[in-house]
């Protein structure tokens, strides 16, 4: 508590009301450097915490198309996704 005392005896006893205004106006500058520095920090904060990644979204397929094989033993399906319709037998016998 020193330091201040001889701050305020050098400047302070000769000038109050400026040193009031100087001390006034130093402590809110501290302050408000302070204040604007935690705000920084919490928005880099907010920021790492609030990022979400955007949903890629893809469209189904709405069948499954032609399918084909060729060779004995083969089996080909064809149709619409969850109802397959099996073209031949995997002995080589064509399905009726």
Known sequence: MEWPKIIYETIGAKHPVLSLIAASLLGAFLFGGGWWLIGEQYKRDAEKLHV???PVVTP?????????????????????????????????????
């Not at 084909?68 to 149709?79: E, L, Y």
């Open 52 to 54: 979400t990644p955007s």
């Open 60 to 96: 189904a397929p709405s069948s499954t198309g032609s399918a084909t094989a060729n060779g004995p033993g083969s089996v080909a399906n064809s149709g619409t996704i969850g109802t397959l319709n099996q073209k031949s037998e995997p002995n080589g016998d064509q399905k009726k």
